[in-house]
T-cell receptor
Framework: AQKVTQAQTEISVVEKEDVTLDCVYE???????LFWYKQPPSGELVFLIR??????QNEISGRYSWNFQKSTSSFNFTITASQVVDSAVYFC?????????????????FGKGTLLTVNP | NAGVTQTPKFRVLKTGQSMTLLCAQD?????MYWYRQDPGMGLRLIHY???????AKGEVPDGYNVSRLKKQNFLLGLESAAPSQTSVYFC????????????FGEGSRLTVL
């Protein structure tokens, strides 16, 4: 069974602070994908990143960075110099890789989300 | 480019009434999904489809039916609505090769009284 845990229900920071959102996952699959999604107040979910379990290199995209550590089953997300526009609910998610899913029995498991509020 | 469009955006039903949510995507995606989002529960998969004419159950399929008669459309039906089905419903689609990279619609808020 797959499980994604986002222990932080809510986080509040002041603009320009750095903030890290934690994600811990459980899976029996040897290969899998990890994701982060953003849900701003408007409601629509937006895909941010996909990481293959083969690739443990950290990734940076502007003010966003992701730290994938297979040894601790974690895929944490850091926002540097946070801005008010970063205020949103952030979801971590997990899916089996194509081969493990059998090509059709696919399932993306979401965590319960972390509400990030960035105050001016 | 509209992406994923859901209709209606809002609906209020009485217990026992039926309704259908329509999802349309114009990206030629093979996979389509229906999720529900409830406070403190995150997103839970109701049903999904890996191609035209095929559907499969997700985590919470009871009380819902789906159909995918055309590749671009995925319908979610409630035959006899219950208050427990009050939720925000999201449709999403993806390419087969990138099945975790979902494109979401704006959501449909359903209230069952």
């Amino acid at each position: 069974a797959q499980k994604v845990t986002q222990a932080q229900t809510e986080i509040s920071v002041v603009e320009k602070e750095d903030v890290t959102l934690d994600c811990v996952y459980e899976t029996r699959d040897t290969t899998y994908y990890l994701f982060w999604y953003k849900q701003p107040p408007s409601g629509e979910l937006v895909f941010l990143i996909r990481r293959n379990s083969f690739d443990e290199q950290n990734e940076i995209s502007g003010r966003y960075s992701w730290n994938f550590q297979k040894s601790t089953s974690s895929f944490n997300f850091t926002i540097t110099a946070s801005q008010v526009v970063d205020s949103a609910v952030y979801f971590c998610a997990l899916s089996p890789s194509w081969g493990n899913s059998g090509g059709s029995n696919y399932k993306l498991t979401f965590g319960k989300g972390t509400l990030l509020t960035v105050n001016p | 480019n509209a992406g994923v469009t859901q209709t209606p955006k809002f609906r209020v039903l009485k217990t026992g009434q039926s309704m259908t949510l329509l999802c349309a995507q114009d990206m030629n995606h093979e996979y389509m999904y229906w999720y529900r989002q409830d406070p403190g529960m995150g997103l839970r998969l109701i049903h999904y489809s890996v191609g035209e004419g095929t559907t499969a159950k997700g985590e919470v399929p009871d009380g819902y039916n789906v159909s995918r008669l055309k590749k671009q459309n995925f319908l979610l039906g409630l035959e006899s609505a219950a208050p427990s089905q009050t939720s925000v419903y999201f449709c999403a689609s993806s390419l087969r090769e990138f099945h975790g990279e979902l494109f979401f619609g704006e959501g449909s808020r359903l209230t069952v009284l």
